[in-house]
C-alpha cells in the first residue's frame, strides 16, 4: 500500500540533509555543479519510490547512496572507471543494492552510510564558501545558496524574490557554468583566504534576510520563510566557524531583528511603525539569542564588526521599554563607528534617525541634505521618505508633501506605500 506521508518526508528530509547530501557527493565526485544535479536525480526518485515503498530507515543515507550510484552510472558511460570510479566503489562495496533498491524489489533500503561528522561540517563549509564564491553576480551567489545549501526549489525562490522561476533557473545554470570555467575547486579556502571569502558568504545571508524582513516588492511586508530561512544558514555558519566574531556578529543581528517581527504588522498585514508596536509581542527567546550571539562576537577581543555593531543597536531598540527609554545617544555613535567601518548612504540616512531622536529634527535635517546634495539613494523611497518626515516635524508642509509624493512614486512594496499615502493624506491641503 501506497504511504501518503512519502512525499512530505521527501520534502523534509530534503530541506534538512540537501546541503551535506550535495557537498558529500562534491567531495567524492569533484565536481560541484554534478553533485548538485546527482543530488536533484537522487531527490526525484526518493519522489517516486517512497509514497509506494515506504520511507526508508535512512533517509539521508538512501539519497546519498543513490547520488552516488548515479555517479558510478556516469563514470561508466564515460567510460571513465580509472582510480575515481575505483575509489566511489570502494566506498560503496560491489555487492550492494541497485539505486531503487535490490532488483525486482526497490522498496528495501539502500546500504547505510556512516556520517562522518567532522567531514559533514567541512563539507557543508565548502558548500557555502563555493556557493558564495566572489567570481559569481550577488543575484547568482543568493540563488545558488539558497538552491543547494538551504534546500529551496527553483519555484521557491522564485516565489520569495518575486521574479519569474525560469530567471532562477537561468541564474543557477549560469553560476555552476562559471563556476566550473573558473576552475572553483570544491574546499574550504586555506587559512590565508578564508577571512576574505568570509565576507561574501556573511553578505549572500544578510542579503536573504534583508529581502525577507523588508520585502522590497508585492504586497507583504515581511516574507517569514525568506527570513526564517537565512537565520537557519547564519545558525549553521556560525557552528561551523565558531571563532570568526562576525559570524555571531550576523547571527545576533537577524535574531534581534526578527524578534520584533510579531508586532511590525496588524491584523491585516499593514506596517506598525517603531513607535506604535506592542513591545509585549516581541519575542523574548529570540532576544535572548541575539544578545548572547552578540556576547560571543564580544568576547572575541577583536572589536565589533559591521555586523556586530549592528546588531549592538538592534540591541539598544530590544532592551529598551518605549522609543522615548531608548538609549539614542548610544545608537547614534554606534552608527558612527558603523559609517567608519563600512561607509554607506543607508548608514548615515539611519544616523540621520538616530540623531533626530536624540538631538532633533533640524540636526538630521542637514545629515539627509548633505547626502541628497551628493546624489545619494536617487532611487530609492527611504532617502526622501525621512527627509519628508524630518520636514514634518519642523513645520514645513509644502515641502514634506514634495518629499514623500517622491517616495511613493519610488516605493515598490505595497504595504510601506500605504503608510507613506497615509502620512500625504494627514498633511491635508
Not at 263 to 276: C, I, K, N, Q, Y
Not at 377 to 397: D, K, Q
Request: charge should be neutral; charged fraction near 25%.
Amino acid at each position: 500500500m501506497a504511504d501518503p506521508t512519502g512525499r512530505e518526508a521527501v520534502a523534509a528530509v530534503w530541506r534538512i540533509e540537501s546541503a551535506r547530501i550535495v557537498g558529500a557527493l562534491a567531495r567524492y565526485t569533484g565536481d560541484f555543479a554534478l553533485a548538485e544535479d546527482l543530488a536533484q536525480e537522487a531527490l526525484a526518485e526518493a519522489l517516486v519510490t517512497w509514497p509506494r515503498a515506504g520511507v526508508p530507515r535512512s533517509p539521508a543515507g538512501w539519497l546519498l547512496t543513490v547520488g552516488r550510484r548515479r555517479a558510478i552510472d556516469l563514470f561508466r558511460r564515460r567510460s571513465a572507471l580509472g582510480d575515481r570510479y575505483a575509489a566511489l566503489a570502494r566506498h560503496l562495496g560491489e555487492g550492494g543494492v541497485a539505486a531503487g533498491g535490490a532488483p525486482g524489489n526497490p522498496g528495501q533500503d539502500t546500504e547505510e552510510v556512516l556520517w562522518d561528522p567532522d567531514q559533514i561540517d567541512d563539507d557543508v563549509l565548502a558548500l557555502m564558501f563555493v556557493s558564495c564564491h566572489p567570481v559569481l553576480s550577488r543575484e547568482a551567489r543568493v540563488a545558488l545558496t539558497l538552491r543547494v545549501v538551504g534546500g529551496l526549489t527553483s519555484d521557491e525562490i522564485a516565489k520569495a524574490f518575486l521574479v519569474p522561476t525560469a530567471t532562477v533557473q537561468a541564474r543557477i545554470t549560469r553560476a555552476k557554468k562559471t563556476l566550473a570555467e573558473a576552475g572553483v575547486p570544491f574546499a574550504v579556502p586555506p587559512a590565508a583566504e578564508r577571512a576574505a571569502r568570509l565576507g561574501s558568504v556573511l553578505n549572500v545571508v544578510y542579503v536573504i534576510f534583508t529581502e525577507g524582513s523588508s520585502a522590497s516588492s508585492g504586497r507583504e511586508l515581511i516574507r517569514l520563510d525568506l527570513a526564517g530561512e537565512a537565520q537557519r544558514l547564519a545558525r549553521v555558519l556560525a557552528r561551523l566557524v565558531p571563532d570568526e566574531p562576525e559570524a555571531h556578529g550576523l547571527l545576533a543581528l537577524l535574531e534581534l531583528t526578527a524578534a520584533r517581527f510579531p508586532a511590525r504588522t496588524g491584523p491585516d498585514g499593514e506596517p506598525v511603525l517603531l513607535e506604535h508596536q506592542d513591545r509585549r509581542r516581541w519575542d523574548r527567546a529570540a532576544i535572548g539569542r541575539g544578545r548572547a550571539a552578540l556576547a560571543r562576537a564580544e568576547q572575541a577581543g577583536r572589536g565589533l564588526g559591521a555586523y556586530g555593531l549592528q546588531a549592538a543597536i538592534a540591541e539598544c531598540h530590544a532592551v529598551a521599554p518605549s522609543v522615548e527609554a531608548t538609549d539614542w545617544h548610544r545608537i547614534v555613535l554606534l552608527y558612527e563607528a558603523l559609517g567608519r567601518l563600512a561607509p554607506s548612504p543607508v548608514v548615515e540616512l539611519n544616523r540621520a534617525v538616530a540623531v533626530a531622536m536624540a538631538e532633533g529634527p533640524a540636526a538630521a535635517l542637514s545629515i539627509v541634505d548633505e547626502l541628497a546634495a551628493g546624489g545619494a539613494l536617487v532611487n530609492s523611497y527611504l532617502l526622501p521618505s525621512v527627509r519628508g518626515e524630518l520636514l514634518i516635524r519642523l513645520g514645513r508642509a509644502a515641502e514634506a508633501r514634495a518629499e514623500l509624493e517622491r517616495a511613493v512614486a519610488l516605493c515598490g512594496n505595497e504595504r510601506e506605500r500605504a503608510v507613506l499615502e497615509g502620512k500625504l493624506a494627514n498633511l491635508g491641503d
